[in-house]
């Protein structure tokens, strides 16, 4: 018998990351020497309360923002060597990000808004209207590709937003409490949506979250609180 063995490949590395920021002459503290160890395939929910540090940690994560001190490593790459550009590239080819409020572009409709995602990278429309067509399918709004974002309801509004942080093939999709602006059972259909993604492409997912029945439901949390990671289980 053949056996296969799937060994999990280590995607993000943080060691002794900390971020303070500056405001006037008042320095914030926001994260303090986070050590954490993300593998590719993960489904991992950052928990803690308001002000602990989880936008922060998602933009460091999304290579959005630079760390005050310690060691980002994407792929076993210190992103720190990186140039703005390069970084900005890295991001654009192996980040998808989930935004709360979909910031999704009112003009263009569901079918269009993916596209775009394809299109900024110079992909051929012709098929950059097809992968669009085909994801968002597979987020269920088949039906529903020549809405616009008015005419959408919030769960939609949220599934076309994943649909457009999927199309470039990620490895990596962050989303800062995706399901915050949704309500509890949305929220949880997008959840559910999440991981049959995560388990059906194998991408890795990192969302925050304040939502318990979320927390309770998904078997990776990261939880901080005052800057510090107090548990990961
Ligand atoms: N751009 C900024 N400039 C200065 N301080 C900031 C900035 N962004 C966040 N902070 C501060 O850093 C700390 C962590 O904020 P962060 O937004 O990461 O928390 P959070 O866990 O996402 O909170 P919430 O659950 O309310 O979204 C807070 O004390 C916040 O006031
Ligand atoms: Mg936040």
Known sequence: MIQEVISATKLIDFEGVSKTYQLGNQRIPALKGIDL?????????????????????LNLLALIDTPTSGDIRYNNIDVS????????????????????????????????????????QGVPTKECLKRAEKILREVGLGTHLHHRPANL?????????????????????????????????????????????????NTTFIFSTHDNRIIDS??????IEDGFLMNRY
């Open 218 to 223: 998904v078997h990776h949390v990261v939880y």
């Open 153 to 201: 309801s919030g769960g939609q509004k949220q599934r076309v937003a994943i649909a457009r942080a999927l199309v470039t093939n990620p490895s990596v999709v962050i989303a800062d409490e995706p399901t915050a602006a949704l309500d509890s059972k949305t929220g949880m259909e997008i959840l559910e949506l999440m991981k049959e993604l995560n388990y059906t492409k």
């Open 37 to 57: 160890t993300i593998e590719s395939g993960d489904f991992i929910a950052i928990a803690g309360p308001s002000g602990s540090g989880k936008s922060t940690l």
């Open 81 to 120: 060597t990186l140039s703005d550009d390069e970084r900005t590239r890295y991001r654009n080819k192996e980040i998808g990000i989930v935004f709360q409020n979909y910031n999704l572009i009112p003009v263009l409709d569901a079918l269009e808004n993916v596209a775009f995602a394809l299109q900024v």
